[in-house]
């Protein structure tokens, strides 16, 4: 039998053909017929998973999960591809009946992301099933960034008048992430052990001593007062530098459909605090937790901002929308800037952990693994 990954790629590819058999049969194009067809094809799918790995013992309930999610994965690349005109045939009737905000610029974006990101992630952990923590904190980042993006926008922006029966699909979508980062949160993490000595010598620096670190606080700062400025943009502050940036520089944030808005609320409401304690974090020695809140947080960023900077730019956005061409530079490279800053601090915080760890009994091999 081959390789439990492989089954998965398999299946999932059966995407594009239940798509396209359904955009030729005129029964199952109505809003409720769709939302029950998907919920067989799902069924069966986790029947098949099931199948699959009925020979093992113990299975990890997540694994279905990312089984599940990756058939999700092909059809969203499969929206991506038809909406950019690379193939067509497939998506249709979900679009007119289903799901008509999947044509926007942020949802064709969105897809690309899952269609490609997220099924590379899934096909690495379930080959990996036995260690995989850091790269499930890093989709469950993702995810949730998605979810909490993609549901309110779709009800609050100019889509929310015509919600079909499809659309709630998502809510189990949107649930199951967040089971999976508590799941994940819980689960013990495997640190290198580092000596006591070497502890300690990390420890004692002052940020000054630490040039990268100090270099990190800035941008996390500077991350996190960009998305203060932005959310006051979106909630109509009247000063004359939020109406300069939201009309010259990131005409994009006032698009009616939704997205861009509760993008930049989430900024201002939930990333803002979080980065102001990865701040705390980075200048506190032995705050263990840092090493998966920054995976998790870099997760979330670089989905959020992929959606967003290449949504501000897409030919499905209205022009008067798009960033305009003179101001490209400074709000792409602004965009840029906040999804890298989570990103380069998670990967600092797992290139050398010392300073994030508690001290160990001295003598211990620094290539040996410990439960912390």
Not at 59 to 85: H, I, K, R, W
Not at 142 to 169: D, E, L, T
Not at 229 to 240: A, H, I, N, Q, S
Not at 248 to 275: I, N
Request: some cysteine; proline content about 8%.
């Amino acid at each position: 039998m081959p390789p439990v990954e492989v089954c998965v790629f398999l299946l999932s590819l059966l995407a594009p053909g239940v798509l396209y058999a359904m955009n030729n049969i005129p029964a199952l194009q109505e809003p409720l017929p769709i939302l029950g067809m998907g919920m067989v094809v799902l069924g069966s799918l986790l029947i098949l998973v099931l199948l699959t790995v009925r020979h093992k013992t113990k299975v990890d309930p997540l694994f279905y999960v990312f089984a599940e999610f990756s058939f999700t994965c092909m059809v969203g690349l499969t929206n991506a591809l038809e909406q950019d005109g690379f193939i067509s045939g497939f998506m249709g009737f979900y679009l007119k009946m289903g799901e008509p905000h999947l044509s926007t610029a942020y949802a064709v974006m969105m897809s690309y992301w899952e269609g490609v990101v997220h099924f590379i992630l899934f096909l690495t952990i379930i080959h990996r099933m036995k260690s995989y923590r850091s790269l499930g904190l890093l989709w469950a980042g993702s995810s949730i960034a998605h979810q909490v993006v993609h549901i309110p926008g779709v009800v609050i922006g100019k889509y929310g008048s015509n919600i079909r029966p499809a659309f709630w699909r998502n809510v189990p979508f949107f649930l199951v992430p967040f089971w999976a980062a508590f799941l994940l949160f819980s689960r013990p993490r495997e640190m290198p052990i580092v000596t006591a000595d070497k502890i300690a010598s990390e420890q004692k620096k002052s940020l000054l001593s630490r040039p990268i670190d100090l270099l990190l606080s800035l941008l996390l700062l500077g991350a996190a007062a960009f998305c203060a400025f932005r959310g006051f943009v979106v909630l109509d502050c009247p000063m004359d530098r939020c109406f300069t940036y939201i009309y010259q520089y990131e005409p994009y944030l006032k698009d009616p459909v939704g997205f861009p808005r509760v993008t930049m609320l989430v900024y201002l409401f939930y990333a803002l605090p979080l980065l102001t304690v990865l701040v705390c974090g980075l200048n506190t020695p032995g705050c263990s937790w840092m090493l998966d809140w920054t995976v998790f947080l870099a997760g979330a960023m670089l989905q959020a901002q992929w959606c967003h900077i290449g949504a501000s730019l897409h030919s499905r956005t209205p022009f008067t929308y798009r960033v305009p061409a003179d101001k490209w530079r400074p709000v792409i490279g602004l965009n840029v800037l906040l999804a890298a800053a989570p990103a380069l601090l998670a990967l600092r915080c797992h290139a050398s952990p010392a300073y994030f760890m508690k001290p160990v009994p001295k003598g211990q091999a620094n290539n040996k693994k410990k439960r912390n």
